[in-house]
C-alpha cells in the first residue's frame, strides 16, 4: 500500500530516497502549504550534504554496476516504457498529489501526467537508436569512428510549477542513454517526485539509477550542484537561480543545461483570425494562471485593431471561472506561492503608479477564504520600459502593447532579455516565414501557443538559458561523443610526423 497520496501524507514528513529506498532524512524538516487554502498539509526534511552526498555517491555505484551498466539498449528501453505504464495506472494519484503541493488545476496536472507517460515511451523507443557515426578521414587502412556515450551522474534541479513533467524532460532521455540521476524537487512541490520515486523501484531499475533528496534551493540544491563526482547539471528555474548555478558549475568544469524564465511576446496582426487570436492570448497567459515559463505575458497588437482586441480581452477575461483547482469546472485556480502573491501584487501597483492602463483584475479574489487566489488582470497602454513588460511576474498578468508595421513589431518583441517562446498570429504566410526568421526566442507558434511536444526540442535563447529539451536533441544533451580511430594498415610509421592530411 502506497504512502504517496495527499491523504496519506497529510501532516508526515516526506522521506528522502536513496538506493532504492525510502529513509528519513536527519536534515531539519519544514512545512509544504496547499496553496487552495493556505494551510500546511505536510512537512519537507531539508536534506544534509552528507545525505546529498550519498545520493551522489549511490548514483556512482549504479554507473559502475553491471547490472546498469551492461543492461542491454533493449532492455533500458522495456524498462522505461514498464515505467511509462506505472506512471499511466497512477496518473490520478500523482495529478491529485501535483495539485495539492501546487494548486493548478487537476485537468492540467492529469493531462501533463500523461504527456510525462507518452514521453516516457517515446525516449524508451529511443534507447536502442542511439547511434555514432563512421567518419571518412582521407586515411587509407584507418577506421575512424564515433561513439555515443552515457554522461554519468546527472544532477537534476526543478522547479514546483510542474514537478513531473520537467523532471522527465531529463529523466527519460537521460535515463535512455544509460545515465544515472539524483533529483532534488522543489521546496514547494516535492511530493509527486518521491511518488515517481516509487515507481522507479516497482518497474525495477537497479538501485542508485535515481535518487531524491529534499530541501532548500541554498542548501541541498547548492550541495548537489557544486559536488565534484556530478558530470553534468540540467536545471530548470528562474534565471537569477540559473545564474548562481552555472557559477557553481563552473567551479568544477561541470555541463549543464539551463531551461529558465520567459517574457514571451504574443503578437496580432491586423490580418489574424481574431477569434482565435484572443483565445490564443487567453490561453498564453492565463491557463495555468500564468505559471509557465511560456507564458505570453507581452500582447502586442497592431494599432488598427487595437481597441478591438482589448475589447474582446476583457471582455473574455470576465468570463473565467475562478474556483479549486480540483473543480473541474474551474479554470483558474490559485496562485503555488504566498510570496508570488505578493509579488504579483507590486507588479501591479508598480503598473498603475507607472502609467499602464488597468483594464480587468488587479487584486485578490475575494471569497476564497485564506486561498492564495489573484485575479486575471489586464493592462493596456504597456510599453517595454515598463516593469511589467520586461520582468517576468509568474502570474496571472497580461501586458498589451501597441506596434505600428512589422518593423516596429520584430523589435517590440525582440526587446527583452528573454528568449524563450512567441506567439504569432496571423493569416498572411510571407509575414510569418519573415517573422519567424528574425524573432530571438528558442520556439515560435504561428496560429498556436503553448504547444510543445515531447518529439520536438524546446530551449531558449538569451537570459531563457541554453541546452535543449524534448527531441533527439535531448539524448544529444545526455551524451558525449567518443571518436575512436584504428589504424589497420599493419605499417610501423615515423614517429616525428604526425598523420595529418597534407
Ligand atoms: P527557482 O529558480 O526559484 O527554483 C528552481 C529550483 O532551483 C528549486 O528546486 C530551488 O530549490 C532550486 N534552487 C534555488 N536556489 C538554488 C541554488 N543556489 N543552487 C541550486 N538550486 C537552487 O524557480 P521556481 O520559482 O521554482 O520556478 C519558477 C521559475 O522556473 C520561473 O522563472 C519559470 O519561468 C522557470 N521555469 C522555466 C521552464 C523552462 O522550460 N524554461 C519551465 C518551468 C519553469
Known amino acids: 500500500m502506497t504512502q504517496f497520496t495527499p491523504e496519506a501524507l497529510e501532516n508526515t514528513c516526506l522521506p528522502i530516497f536513496i538506493d532504492n529506498e525510502f529513509v528519513a532524512s536527519e536534515g531539519k524538516p519544514f512545512a509544504s502549504y496547499d496553496p487552495a487554502t493556505g494551510q500546511q498539509w505536510s512537512e519537507i526534511a531539508d536534506a544534509t550534504s552528507e545525505e546529498v552526498d550519498r545520493a551522489v555517491r549511490s548514483s556512482r555505484r549504479a554507473m559502475e554496476n553491471p547490472a546498469w551498466r551492461n543492461m542491454s539498449q533493449s532492455d533500458r528501453g522495456a524498462l522505461l516504457y514498464k515505467l511509462s505504464e506505472l506512471v499511466q495506472r497512477d496518473t490520478d494519484r500523482l495529478s491529485r498529489l501535483e495539485t495539492r503541493d501546487n494548486g493548478k488545476l487537476l485537468k492540467e496536472m492529469t493531462a501533463l501526467t500523461q504527456a510525462v507517460a507518452t514521453g516516457m515511451r517515446y525516449f524508451a523507443g529511443m534507447a536502442d537508436k542511439i547511434e555514432g557515426t563512421t567518419i571518412p578521414v582521407?586515411?587509407?587502412?584507418?577506421?575512424?569512428?564515433?561513439?555515443?556515450?552515457?554522461?554519468?551522474?546527472?544532477?537534476?534541479?526543478?522547479?514546483?510549477?510542474?514537478?513531473?513533467?520537467?523532471?522527465?524532460?531529463?529523466?527519460?532521455?537521460?535515463?535512455?542513454?544509460?545515465?544515472?540521476?539524483?533529483?532534488?524537487?522543489?521546496?514547494?512541490?516535492?511530493?509527486?517526485?518521491?511518488?515517481?520515486?516509487?515507481?522507479?523501484?516497482?518497474?525495477?531499475?537497479?538501485?542508485?539509477?535515481?535518487?531524491?533528496?529534499?530541501?532548500?534551493?541554498?542548501?541541498?540544491?547548492?550541495?548537489l550542484v557544486r559536488h565534484p563526482d556530478v558530470d553534468k547539471i540540467d536545471f530548470t528555474g528562474g534565471?537569477?537561480?540559473?545564474?548562481?548555478?552555472?557559477?557553481?558549475?563552473?567551479?568544477?568544469?561541470?555541463?549543464?543545461?539551463?531551461?529558465?524564465?520567459?517574457?514571451?511576446?504574443?503578437?496580432?496582426?491586423?490580418?489574424?483570425?481574431?477569434?482565435?487570436?484572443?483565445?490564443?492570448?487567453?490561453?498564453?497567459?492565463?491557463?495555468?494562471?500564468?505559471?509557465?515559463?511560456?507564458?505570453?505575458?507581452?500582447?502586442?497588437?497592431?494599432d488598427s485593431i487595437y481597441d478591438e482586441v482589448i475589447d474582446r480581452l476583457v471582455a473574455r477575461t470576465a468570463e473565467i471561472r475562478i474556483g479549486?483547482?480540483?473543480?473541474?469546472?474551474?479554470?483558474?485556480?490559485?496562485?503555488?506561492?504566498?510570496?508570488?502573491?505578493?509579488?504579483?501584487?507590486?507588479?501591479?501597483?508598480?503598473?498603475?503608479?507607472?502609467?499602464?492602463?488597468?483594464?480587468?483584475g488587479g487584486d485578490r479574489?475575494?471569497?476564497?477564504?485564506?486561498?492564495?487566489?489573484?485575479?486575471?488582470?489586464?493592462?493596456?497602454?504597456v510599453t517595454n520600459e515598463m516593469d511589467i513588460a520586461r520582468n517576468e511576474i509568474f502570474g496571472p498578468v497580461l501586458g498589451v502593447m501597441r506596434y505600428s508595421d512589422d518593423e516596429d513589431m520584430i523589435a517590440k518583441a525582440?526587446?527583452?532579455?528573454?528568449?524563450?517562446?512567441?506567439?504569432l498570429w496571423t493569416n498572411d504566410m510571407e509575414r510569418a516565414m519573415r517573422f519567424m526568421g528574425r524573432i530571438n526566442a528558442g520556439m515560435v507558434w504561428v496560429n498556436t501557443y503553448r504547444s510543445p511536444s515531447v518529439m520536438a526540442p524546446s530551449g531558449g535563447y538569451k537570459d531563457s538559458g541554453y541546452g535543449k529539451h524534448n527531441?533527439?536533441?535531448?539524448?544529444?544533451?545526455?551524451?558525449?561523443?567518443?571518436t575512436v580511430v584504428i589504424d589497420y594498415s599493419g605499417k610501423t610509421h615515423d614517429p616525428f610526423v604526425m598523420r595529418v592530411q597534407k
Open 138 to 223: 582521407n586515411k587509407p587502412d584507418m577506421l575512424n569512428f564515433t561513439l555515443r556515450e552515457p554522461i554519468g551522474v546527472i544532477a537534476a534541479i526543478v522547479p514546483w510549477n510542474s514537478p513531473l513533467l520537467l523532471l522527465n524532460r531529463a529523466f527519460s532521455p537521460a535515463i535512455a542513454a544509460g545515465n544515472a540521476m539524483v533529483v532534488k524537487p522543489s521546496e514547494h512541490a516535492s511530493a509527486s517526485l518521491l511518488a515517481f520515486a516509487e515507481l522507479v523501484a516497482e518497474a525495477g531499475f537497479p538501485a542508485g539509477v535515481f535518487n531524491v533528496v529534499t530541501g532548500h534551493g541554498q542548501s541541498v540544491g547548492d550541495a
Open 239 to 302: 534565471p537569477e537561480t540559473g545564474r548562481i548555478i552555472a557559477g557553481s558549475a563552473a567551479a568544477n568544469l561541470t555541463p549543464s543545461i539551463l531551461e529558465l524564465g520567459g517574457k514571451s511576446p504574443n503578437i496580432i496582426c491586423a490580418d489574424a483570425d481574431l477569434d482565435r487570436a484572443v483565445t490564443g492570448v487567453i490561453s498564453g497567459i492565463f491557463a495555468a494562471g500564468g505559471q509557465t515559463c511560456v507564458a505570453g505575458s507581452r500582447c502586442l497588437v497592431h
Open 365 to 381: 479574489v475575494p471569497g476564497m477564504g485564506d486561498g492564495w487566489y489573484v485575479q486575471p488582470t489586464i493592462f493596456g497602454n
Open 324 to 360: 479549486a483547482p480540483d473543480d473541474d469546472a474551474t479554470q483558474l485556480g490559485p496562485l503555488a506561492l504566498w510570496s508570488q502573491v505578493e509579488k504579483v501584487g507590486r507588479f501591479v501597483e508598480g503598473a498603475k503608479t507607472g502609467g499602464a492602463e488597468l483594464l480587468a
Open 471 to 482: 527531441g533527439f536533441a535531448a539524448i544529444n544533451e545526455f551524451t558525449r561523443i567518443k
Open 414 to 423: 525582440n526587446d527583452t532579455r528573454y528568449g524563450l517562446a512567441a506567439g
